[in-house]
């Protein structure tokens, strides 16, 4: 089963940070962690992916947990255009390479 | 770098009518995958290409849908007939190996059958 747990739903004020987590606790010793989110009307961007390493990248930071079975995207200051849903997916590099969504979680941002 | 372009973006047919939409991915991308999300949801899976090979189809519904990718480059999905359940929004992804680099996804085709 590669699904990822999230909750449905957050909030967070403008211009603080915002932790995201995830829940993969079946993960395999290769599968990849990606976070894509989608913005209203519009298909999904990719965010950030790690294995087993914190990841840093301009539009966010990655945290994976030392057993991996959990992860967390940060994100340093919320900005209302960060208001979107928020994806963490389990990338398995054996079989056919599926990119598998949940429902993710819908992030809100109050000015 | 163009992105991933999809037509078209709004489609409104009746029950038991066909559709077609398309997808031109990125240029060098070998991947490409169609989803399906209907709202609320995540996007579903409904196919995976590698070039013009289907290499995953297993939750496309094959009585009604079909996709192909001639010459390895543009793609099709088309319904035929369609169903009340099939309003969602169609949407269109490459990469430019299974593995190597992230999913680039259009903005979709917003289907409504009535």
């Known amino acids: 089963d590669a699904k990822t747990t999230q909750p449905n739903s957050m909030e967070s004020n403008e211009e603080e940070p915002v932790h995201l987590p995830c829940n993969h606790s079946t993960i395999s010793g290769t599968d990849y962690i990606h976070w894509y989110r989608q913005l209203p009307s519009q298909g999904p961007e990719y965010v950030i992916h790690?294995?087993?390493s914190n990841v840093n990248n301009r539009m966010a930071s990655l945290a994976i947990a030392e057993d991996r079975k959990s992860s967390t995207l940060i994100l340093h200051r919320a900005t209302l255009r960060d208001a979107a849903v928020y994806y963490c997916i389990r990338l398995s590099l054996s079989g056919t390479y599926k990119y598998i969504f949940g429902t993710g979680t819908r992030l809100k941002v109050l000015a | 770098e163009a992105g991933v372009a999809q037509s078209p973006r709004y489609k409104i047919i009746e029950k038991r009518q066909s559709v077609a939409f398309w997808c031109n991915p990125i240029?060098?991308?070998?991947?490409l995958y169609w989803y399906q999300q209907i709202l609320g949801q995540g996007p579903k899976l409904l196919i995976q290409f590698q070039n013009n090979g289907v290499v995953d189809d297993s939750q496309l519904p094959k009585d009604r849908f079909s996709a192909e990718r001639l010459k390895g480059v543009d793609s099709t999905l088309k319904i035929q007939p369609a169903k009340l359940e099939d309003s969602a929004v169609y949407l269109c992804?490459?990469?430019?190996?299974?593995?190597?680099?992230?999913?680039?996804f259009g903005n979709g085709t917003r289907l409504t059958v009535t």
């Open positions: 790690g294995l087993t």
């Open positions: 240029s060098g991308h070998a991947t």
């Open positions: 992804a490459s990469s430019f190996s299974p593995t190597g680099g992230p999913l680039h």
